[in-house]
């Protein structure tokens, strides 16, 4: 139970951190944006509530000052500057950290009432001219079940005052009809009448009895909503439901979500690609068919399509399901950037944009990482020192840009500061001195491609191994890790300028079921989707018909041919011939192989460069063990 | 009168007050099956609505009165209504 609370916790507290926290970012430029001190009030005000149910004191003590804060600007009674905005973002900041801490040890580090205490009197310390503070407006729940029946916007664009007005029982016998009182309120928007209690069964009911409960939302001013039920004022109450500002409206307006667990829509995934495999294997039993009855195979083809229809139009719905903001999977780099750059006591901007773009969630899960490791190398071996920066004619802030961007199928994500840029000839030469290449090598080597060999292993620019990013990982672990989500690396660098990291990722990491053959001293991977069926059989089965071979499978003559011979091999001789049969149009095709491997689910990428004009290869994928397999595309590979 | 059965349908007219409930609640208790039919109703007492509310019968037309039809039919509609809500 705890365990739960506190995952509920640990979600909501990553949610309302970036919100405070991006607020108060804004709010450094421009101290007194209304809408920005009021969306930080919220979350931390919401985020304070949350961690009082854990063993963590200190958080909320420090988001007790910083919200004390947020109030006092809200009313007016403090004008918020640079240094209090900062301020209050450090208290996010440690607030964070400590949120890290509770997941990772279940309790705060021994220092946090001290540094807690610290946080709180500089915030207070910029509250000098306190006054009490307004008690806080609560909306009732019943408020709260109203609104959330308002189905339009309306709310948006006036005021509004709801009302909820329990007659009492009697009431039907003093004269009193409800609904006609209700009636008379003008502008009305919603109105509902729910039982008091539940309804009897109606042959007990009373019919004199009274037993409903009359809520809505009217437009009109409270006044007028109030005269409506002056006679029965005891019985009602009011709340006034001011107009929502932009901001509040997107979120209400907002589609109605809820969480589900990862591993259910995985669940969905792997349901959903069994389906379709038996989906395909139902294509076979078309052109089986067709063989006896015409009619009967027609009817089966037009199932056939439909459920091919249907199962396309759930993979869809599937992989759209999977897609998350990438946002929440970066949050934590700017307190890291913050973090780190002082650390190295550089001054720097960091921005993020295009957050709202949407991927998978694995493909965001695997960003973090790499990413943070690429922040921390800009940071330490890009951005240079202010006083270097100013003597090279630069502003002595540095800027540190990530931005996603959906280009097509694939998410582009960039990474460019306007630090000192990479010495290529210093990349060569660290190259060669670390055997990665040769001189002669190296020479034919332009800056660009000289710039690539960051990636390679064993290679790190860093002089003197330090605090932060000379880690025993270097650049090729970040390569691997982008490569092994289906993705790739690439950098671009000017001298005196800056960097820029591209990393270009697919947007949809669903697996697809593989299996792995043999031909020959080569193991290629054939998706499931394309078999029809596996066979094994004796070479006196072959026989040769025309130019090639065929052999019989089930009353039917399926032409033969040898992979190794279709990837340019010469074949092995065997008396077990296996064969993989697959599909050509409407006639099945049977290819012998080797040996069966094992099945594997795994990321199909598709291929590039040299090998995308390969035909027959559908793309590669990477196994377990590191190997790389050809994936391929039967049909293409015997057309 | 306002409350009346045609053709086995409860028949609600005019301005159904709250007298009407006991009746309405008498011809549902003999047959919960009836339709109720509510085109020709101008008013209702909140009476007659409980009723409606705790038996549910099925309902047929929209009501006269602008108001019962954007805030009351839609509380009354069961899943059991026909969609198209004219007078059988």
Redesign the interface.
């Known amino acids: 139970m705890m365990d739960e609370l506190l995952a509920q916790f640990l979600i909501e507290a990553r949610e309302l951190i970036p919100e405070a926290v991006a607020a108060l970012e804004r709010l450094r430029l421009e101290p007194a944006d209304k809408s920005q001190i009021d969306s930080a009030f919220r979350a931390v005000h919401t985020l304070k509530g949350s961690v009082a149910l854990f063993d963590m004191a200190p958080a909320g003590r420090v988001l007790h000052a910083a919200e004390d804060l947020l109030d006092r600007a809200r009313g007016g009674r403090v004008q918020l500057n640079a240094a209090s905005s900062s301020t209050l973002l450090a208290c996010m900041d440690r607030v964070d950290g400590w949120v890290d801490a509770i997941e990772a040890n279940g309790r705060l580090p021994h220092d946090a009432g001290a540094i807690a205490a610290r946080l709180v009197r500089r915030s207070g310390g910029a509250v000098e001219n306190a006054e009490p503070e307004d008690p806080i407006q609560i909306v009732p729940t019943w408020v709260e079940a109203i609104l959330d029946r308002e189905p339009n916007a309306q709310r948006a664009t006036s005021d509004m005052v709801a009302f909820r007005y329990v007659?009492d029982a009697a009431c039907?016998f003093r004269g009193d009809?409800?609904?006609?009182l209700v009636?008379a309120i003008p502008e009305?928007v919603v109105?509902?009448?729910q039982?008091l209690s539940p309804?009897?069964e109606?042959?007990v009911?009373d019919?004199?009895h009274?037993?409903?409960v009359l809520e809505g939302l009217s437009a009109a001013p409270m006044a007028a909503v109030q005269a409506a039920l002056r006679v029965v004022g005891d019985q009602a109450n009011y709340c006034a439901v001011p107009r929502q500002t932009d901001e509040i409206s997107t979120a209400s307006d907002a589609i109605r979500t809820f969480r589900v667990e990862e591993r259910r829509i995985d669940n969905l995934v792997d349901h959903v690609g069994e389906l379709a495999v038996v989906g395909n294997s139902l294509a076979s039993i078309v052109v089986d068919a067709a063989r006896t009855d015409v009619a009967l195979a027609q009817r089966l083809r037009t199932f056939q399509a439909e459920l091919d229809r249907g199962i396309l139009a759930m993979q869809r719905s599937v992989i759209a399901v999977r897609l998350v903001p990438v946002g929440p999977a970066v949050r934590r780099l700017p307190r890291l950037v913050r973090e780190i750059a002082e650390g190295l006591g550089k001054n720097v901007v960091f921005t993020i944009e295009g957050e709202s773009t949407e991927v998978d969630k694995a493909i965001a899960d695997t960003l973090f990482e790499p990413l943070l490791h690429l922040v921390r190398n800009a940071l330490d071996h890009g951005i240079e020192l202010p006083e270097r920066r100013v003597a090279a004619g630069k502003p002595a802030q540095g800027s540190l840009r990530l931005r996603f961007t959906r280009s097509g199928e694939q998410l582009h994500v960039s990474l460019s500061d306007d630090g000192a840029g990479i010495d290529s000839a210093r990349i060569k030469t660290i190259a060669i001195e670390r055997g990665i290449i040769s001189s002669e090598a190296s020479a034919l080597l332009d800056d660009g491609s000289a710039t690539q060999l960051i990636f390679a292993p064993g290679f790190s620019t860093a002089d003197q191994v330090t605090d932060v990013s000379g880690r025993g990982v270097g650049m090729d672990a970040v390569r691997r890790a982008v490569e092994a989500a289906g993705g790739r690396i690439e950098v671009e660098s000017q001298v005196g300028a800056g960097s820029n990291m591209m990393l270009v990722l697919p947007l949809s990491a669903i697996t697809t079921r593989l299996l792995v053959v043999v031909a020959g001293d080569d193991r290629y991977a054939i998706p499931f989707d394309r078999i029809a069926e596996t066979a094994t059989v004796t070479a006196g089965q072959i026989v040769p018909l025309g130019g090639g071979e065929a052999l019989v499978l089930r009353n039917a003559t399926v032409p033969l041919l040898h992979l190794s011979e279709l990837v340019g091999r010469s074949r092995t001789a065997s008396d077990r011939v296996r064969l993989v049969v697959t599909r050509m149009n409407t006639e099945r095709v049977a290819l012998a192989i080797d040996a069966f491997g094992e099945r594997v689910d795994s990321m199909v990428r598709p291929v590039s460069g040299l090998l995308a004009t390969v035909p027959g290869i559908a793309g590669t994928t990477l196994m377990g063990n590191g190997d790389v397999l050809l994936v391929l595309d039967p049909e293409r590979l015997i057309g | 009168m306002s409350v009346r059965i045609a053709n086995q349908i409860i028949v609600l007219e005019g301005r159904c007050r709250i007298e009407e409930a006991e009746m309405l609640l008498g011809y549902l208790l003999e047959d919960g099956d009836r339709l109720v039919d509510l085109s020709g109703c101008e008013t209702m007492h909140s009476a007659v609505v409980q009723i409606l509310m705790a038996a549910k019968p099925v309902i047929s037309g929209r009501p006269i009165d602008p108001f019962l039809c954007a805030h009351i039919l839609p509380l009354l509609e069961t899943e059991r209504s026909p969609s198209g809500g004219g007078p059988l």
């Open positions: 007659p039907f009809d409800p609904l006609a009636a009305m109105l509902t009448i039982p309804w009897p109606i042959d009911i019919p004199f009274c037993n409903i």
